[in-house]
Nanobody, 115 residues
Framework: EVQLVESGGGLAQPGGSLSLSCAAS????????MYWVRQAPGKGLEWVSS????????YYLDSVKGRFTISRDNAKNTLYLRLNSLKTEDTAMYYC????????RGQGTQVTVSS
């Protein structure tokens, strides 16, 4: 059974930082590209970032480029997303996913950016 379990969300002030983690199991994590997607209140799912199977290729939504960093530890079957210089518009439920559309995703972790 595929499981993706996110953690690390919370409340941050504008300009602050958070670190998200996603523990993966039930599939060969090290052979798959992985993704972070998010869903803001009242909006659809939005792709945020991708990372290649080996971790050497990373891609970002333009609005988070330079602020967010995706990484992975294949030995620990864990995906990460470091969120820096947070903005109020980053407020959303964040999901790790096996596909870029988020069809196979975890339960999510809430990120709220507010002063």
């Amino acid at each position: 059974e595929v499981q993706l379990v996110e953690s690390g969300g919370g409340l941050a002030q504008p300009g602050g930082s958070l670190s998200l983690s996603c523990a993966a199991s039930g599939f060969t994590f090290s052979s798959r590209w992985m993704y972070w997607v998010r869903q803001a209140p009242g909006k659809g799912l939005e792709w945020v970032s991708s990372i290649s199977a080996g971790g050497g290729g990373t891609y970002y939504l333009d609005s988070v480029k330079g602020r967010f960093t995706i990484s992975r530890d294949n030995a620990k079957n864990t995906l990460y997303l470091r969120l820096n210089s947070l903005k109020t518009e980053d407020t959303a439920m964040y999901y790790c996913a096996k596909d870029s559309r988020g069809l196979s995703r975890g339960q999510g972790t809430q990120v709220t950016v507010s002063s």
